[in-house]
């Protein structure tokens, strides 16, 4: 979960929450919680929004894939009587930890925590020196597991979807040759590489090495992927009227998220790629607008949000037309479990 420093008291946790969630206000208005209703928080991270769902009278079931966010929201749930149950888990498996009656409520805030960026032993930022790491979860193969031992053809495919990075053949090559004499450890000594590969102009904005580092996280957490599960297993287990809401902070994440909801919209599909999909009930109405962006105010006081946008649906009662992961057209990239070891 992607937020603002800050703090914000609670009733329901007795205490502040460090961060506030970006696009708060908007999330609450689109998710509609209340007493009675059972929402599901997929991304508790530092718990901005499962406190204000708690706030509106909700009852909330919290995942969260690092187990650092679980064990900092034990004291939240002790003070929420009750009403807020944690649960280490991804949210791509959220099906599994859902009351059987289904849920009235979903959010998803996709990307890495602020908590995690800030925290240099995570290995998430080359602002600050630290293993290279990235996992979210702390568990599984690492970034520089990736760096190390992938080819210099799935490199340039990691960089260059991933990251849109226009300069992935080169920095690939550049990574294989030194990785040779000595393999890639820390976060800095990745920077400094791409740094020497394409050079920071004066006019640039970004540091050259965030796009590679922004693949990187992709890949090692399976961002993608874990959204595209994610959106499937909400659909089977909303009630009837129930919400999904999803923000996200990158191009690749809302492209996920908009055609899921046109998918499941009812309509006919298809390109002049594509074969034409034949109408089905629409699975999901829309909430509002189609997508809605962080706010002027908010975005210049939090640059962090400047990027967030949010899009939801409410469920309707036709039945899911099951997982399929081709309408996304992802492309396959290099076996995490090849990589490991």
Do not use: C, W
Request: net charge neutral; glycine share 10%; proline share 5%.
């Amino acid at each position: 979960m992607v937020t603002d420093q800050g703090d914000r008291a609670s009733a329901a946790d007795g205490g502040p929450v460090r961060h506030i969630p970006v696009m708060l206000a908007e999330v609450l208005e689109a998710l509609d919680p209340a007493p009675g209703k059972v929402v599901l928080d997929g991304t508790f991270g530092a718990g901005g929004y499962t406190s204000a769902i708690l706030d509106r009278g909700a009852d909330v079931i919290a995942l969260d894939r690092d187990p650092t966010a679980i064990a900092a929201g034990r004291p939240m749930a002790a003070a929420a009587g009750g009403r807020l149950k944690l649960i280490h888990s991804r949210f791509s498996e959220l099906a599994d930890h859902a009351p059987d009656g289904g849920l009235d409520g979903i959010v998803l805030d996709i990307g890495v925590s602020s908590m995690q960026i800030d925290e240099a032993e995570r290995g998430f930022s080359f602002q600050k020196q630290g293993p290279l790491d990235m996992r979210m979860s702390g568990a599984g193969v690492s970034a520089a597991d990736v760096v190390n031992r992938a080819k210099v053809s799935d490199l340039i495919r990691i960089f260059g979807f991933l990251g849109e990075e226009k300069q992935a053949g080169g920095i690939a090559r550049a990574i294989e040759k030194r990785r040779a004499g000595a393999p890639f450890e820390t976060t800095r000594d990745l920077a400094n590489l791409i740094e020497t590969v394409t050079p920071r102009k004066a006019k640039d904005k970004i540091h050259p090495a965030t796009r590679v580092f922004q693949a990187l996280r992709i890949f090692v957490n399976d961002e993608l992927g874990e959204l595209a599960n994610a959106l499937f297993a909400a659909e089977r287990v909303l009630k009837p009227g129930g919400r999904l809401v999803v923000v996200t902070f990158h191009s690749l994440e809302d492209r996920i998220v908009k055609t899921f909801f046109q998918d499941r919209s009812g309509k006919a599909g298809g390109s002049r790629h594509l074969p034409l999909v034949t109408a089905r009930d629409a699975t999901f109405t829309p909430v509002g607008k189609p997508m809605v962006a962080a706010s002027e105010e908010e975005s210049s006081r939090n640059p962090r949000a400047r990027s967030a946008k949010l899009r939801a649906g409410i469920r309707t009662e036709a039945r899911s037309p099951g997982n399929d992961l081709s309408i996304f057209n992802l492309p396959e990239l290099a076996s995490l479990a090849r990589l490991g070891g």
